[in-house]
């Protein structure tokens, strides 16, 4: 296939830049540097230092034999979107290019302002981009878990039916976002929809849970071929901040109760779930939608896990409880229903200790590189 991935030099798009092109489709991968730009004026910097995406794409071809083409602009720009699509004509573009931290998101009106305008006008921009010059392309698109927020019920996989007053439909599951971030991510899901039923679109939505690891076939060639690993309260997701806590010696910082429960991936399974996704594509006018998880934990039993992580290589790990700087329930129900990629065919990797301890392994190396000032909250919710 022709894949034009958005956002390839992200945590995601990188590594799926290079298991795609692996696999022999013809890849185009697309970033701006927004994120290493963000992460720069907000002292937030990945642990370890990535070459940028076009010397890693050099690097990957000269490794392994197989070209990614990279392209750098920003895709709010309508023009360069258009001639991405108008130049390529893909058979599908994955869309990871967004600004994905909710902390970012609250810490001021700029930075809300940003990434609302950021994330709806990317989502916009390609939709149009799509329907003007390859009406037919399939678009992949990057949701989240956090889409649904922590509702009292089951979390269908998107979609609900209801029968009210005798009479029964189906509509979308009800969205209930905890951030800003998580909000224009709904946003994206009603447009798409709107997009669609409408105009006929084809389109896969993917709510994914928070995703872990560094490991894939690809990333382990060269250490230079690692995704970003950001630790920090801005970018670092609750897996990396504990993991670098651990090994800085710092408690793992448990916000409030701890008993705030998501749905976790391996890095390995969001590749997976990609390519399940391309190799069954929504029909025209029809919106595929999939909860991306294999595990669900609390925050307490994944601190619990990366201490006995830390026990199998020697670190002794302490946890400890600070005042949560979000708003969110400490302690609620959680049960997403996540059949439908596994029936596709998706073979989880657990969140096993041994997964820990090897990621921990790879912070060991980098320790001398660790900013404990980054890791404590600095952004509140309102
Ligand atoms: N990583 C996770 O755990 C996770 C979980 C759920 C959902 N997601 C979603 O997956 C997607 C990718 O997440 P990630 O963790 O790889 O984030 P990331 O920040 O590492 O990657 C996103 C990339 O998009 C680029 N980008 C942003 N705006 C752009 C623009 N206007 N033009 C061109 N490039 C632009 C950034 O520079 C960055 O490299 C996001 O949409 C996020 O919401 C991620």
């Not at 389109?203 to 872990?212: F, H, K, S």
């Not at 109760?257 to 590749?271: F, I, S």
Request: aromatic content about 8%; glycine content about 6%; some cysteine.
């Amino acid at each position: 296939m022709k894949i034009l991935i958005l956002g390839g030099d992200g945590y995601l798009g990188w590594p799926t830049s290079m298991d795609l092109a692996a696999k022999g489709h013809d890849v185009v991968s697309v970033d701006n540097y927004s994120r290493r730009t963000i992460a720069m004026q907000t002292s937030s910097e990945a642990l370890i230092n990535m070459p940028n995406l076009e010397e890693r794409a050099k690097l990957f071809k000269d490794l392994s034999g197989k070209e990614i083409k990279v392209s750098i602009g920003d895709l709010r720009d309508f023009s360069f979107i258009e001639n991405l699509i108008k130049d390529n004509a893909p058979d599908a573009v994955i869309h990871y290019a967004e600004q994905p931290s909710a902390p970012y998101s609250l810490r001021g009106y700029e930075e809300a302002h940003f990434t609302l305008k950021n994330n709806l006008e990317v989502t916009h921009n390609l939709i149009w981009a799509v329907l003007k010059n390859k009406p037919d392309c399939h678009i992949v698109k990057l949701g989240t878990m956090g889409e649904y927020g922590c509702p009292n019920i089951d979390i269908e996989e998107g979609w609900i039916e209801i029968d009210h007053k005798g009479r029964k439909d189906k509509f979308l599951f009800p969205r209930a976002a905890g951030s800003l971030y998580h909000t224009t991510k709904v946003l994206d899901t009603d447009l798409l929809w709107f997009y669609v039923r409408t105009y006929n679109l084809r389109v896969t939505d993917l709510m994914q849970g928070p995703v872990y690891g560094l490991s894939t076939k690809e990333t382990d060639l060269d250490e230079r071929l690692l995704p970003n690993f950001h630790y920090d309260d801005i970018f670092g997701t609750v897996v990396n901040r504990f993991l670098v806590q651990a090994v800085a010696g710092v408690p793992l910082t448990v916000y409030g109760k701890g008993g705030q429960v998501r749905g976790y991936l391996n890095l390995k399974d969001t590749l997976q779930c990609i390519d399940l996704a391309l190799n069954n594509p929504a029909e025209k006018r029809e919106l595929k939608i999939y909860n991306q998880l294999t595990e669900t934990f609390s925050v307490n039993e994944l601190a619990d896990k990366v201490k006995q992580a830390g026990e199998k290589i020697g670190i002794n790990v302490k946890i400890k409880s600070i005042p949560n700087p979000r708003k969110e329930p400490e302690e609620h129900y959680y049960n997403p229903i996540h059949t439908g990629l596994q029936k596709l065919g998706l073979d989880p990797h657990y969140m096993t200790l041994e997964r820990l301890a090897e990621m921990m392994k790879v912070v060991v190396k980098h320790k001398d590189r660790i900013d404990s000032s980054k890791i404590f909250p600095r952004v509140k919710w309102s």
